[in-house]
């Protein structure tokens, strides 16, 4: 019996974008912060929002948005007025139904200007970087007179993606900005932009999710996703529920049981094994299993550096991974592996900047893994 399709109603809801989301958990130190420097009257013009990639920086930059734009710190007083006004505000939330929220959701606010990767009139597909065209109209609306009497905002998302001129670009308005404007910035990896972009903005950092809160998110937003499984994708996501997410749609758990298992061959690598996995992952159509498993493997590398350095060995997300970190990583200095950390970082970057062979990058992944500790 064909099986019936699934009802509407019992989906689980996708994951909002940044713009229209009103869940922002566990940043309220960040949250208050910048609720303080309005309170102050003396905000700052730029704001680098920093921290793992999906934490809710973007998600904070909106909701601080919304706030300002919605006449936020205006005129708040520190505790009720003399005929019993409500105290200021605790948090930056606004109510979903609020107009200002329905407004910035629908990228409908005249004084709300979003800067990312845009499309290539020519064809047709998204940019890999935000370019200076795209910066130069932003920064021409920024000086623009306030639509509605308030802010004029900017959101960068992300930083990251600026390619040089674009940055020197977006710097001349970190310098002399315009008159009631705002430019919020998010990085995921604020040490790749300029330092001069840096030493402009208030630098706010977000800390990595709690896992039971990636745990109650993953439940909320991939109910689909097997229970038992649930505690070895907030290994992986590493407190960011964007990366959780993105790991149960791609695969990821799976892949990096897989990954495991491979590395579990060294020091001789399982030849066979090796090639069939560099052949699945340089197919037609597997670009997400591919960036996924080099994603995972560094992360991997990464925090066996990172645990290293403390003394110790990382825990198994996996239990078929129990004791590899600690076999491997004494098989080798720590600053070797640090070495070819950096060495496959460069390569996998360099794989959709110059179109090479994703079959071949993954094998050159895994044999300059196996000439390290083999040598």
Request: hydrophobic content about 50%; overall charge neutral.
């Amino acid at each position: 019996m064909a099986k019936a399709p699934p009802d509407p109603a019992e989906e689980a809801p996708a994951f909002p974008a940044p713009r229209a989301n009103p869940r922002l958990l566990d940043q309220a130190a960040a949250e208050a912060v910048l609720l303080r420097a309005v309170k102050s009257g003396r905000l700052p013009h730029a704001w680098l929002l920093t921290g793992p990639r999906g934490v809710g920086k973007a998600t904070l930059a909106f909701r601080f948005a919304r706030y300002l734009l919605a006449g936020g710190g205006a005129a708040e007083d520190e505790g009720p007025g003399l005929f019993g006004a409500p105290p200021p505000p605790k948090d930056l939330a606004l109510a979903a139904g609020h107009p200002i929220f329905r407004r910035v959701a629908s990228a409908g606010h005249p004084d709300l200007l979003t800067l990312e990767r845009g499309v290539n009139e020519k064809t047709g597909k998204r940019r890999g970087e935000i370019v200076i065209e795209e910066v130069r109209g932003a920064i021409d609306r920024l000086h623009h007179t306030p639509a509605e009497g308030g802010w004029r905002i900017l959101v960068v998302d992300s930083a990251d993606e600026l390619n040089r001129n674009a940055a020197n670009a977006l710097l001349k308005i970190l310098e002399e900005p315009a008159p009631r404007s705002l430019i919020l910035l998010v990085s995921h990896a604020p040490g790749s932009l300029l330092p001069t972009i840096r030493s402009r903005c208030c630098h706010l950092a977000l800390a990595p999710l709690p896992g039971a809160t990636v745990a109650r998110l993953l439940a909320d937003y991939a109910p689909e996703l097997d229970p038992l499984e649930r505690p070895a994708i907030v290994g992986l996501a590493d407190g960011s529920i964007g990366r959780a997410l993105d790991l149960v749609e791609a695969g990821g758990l799976e892949l990096y049981r897989e990954l495991v298992g491979l590395l579990g061959t060294l020091p001789r690598l399982d030849i066979t094994r090796t090639h069939a996995f560099a052949d699945a992952l340089g197919r037609a159509g597997a670009d997400r299993a591919f960036a996924t498993t080099m994603e995972l493997l560094g992360w991997w590398l990464a925090r066996l550096v990172r645990e290293g350095a403390l003394g110790r060995a990382p825990a198994a997300v996996v239990a078929e991974e129990e004791g590899l970190a600690a076999r491997l990583a004494g098989l080798r200095r720590l600053a070797d592996w640090l070495a070819l950390w950096e060495k496959l970082t460069r390569l996998v970057a360099r794989t959709d900047r110059v179109n090479l062979d994703r079959r071949q990058v993954a094998m050159a992944a895994f044999l300059e893994i196996e000439a390290l500790v083999a040598a």
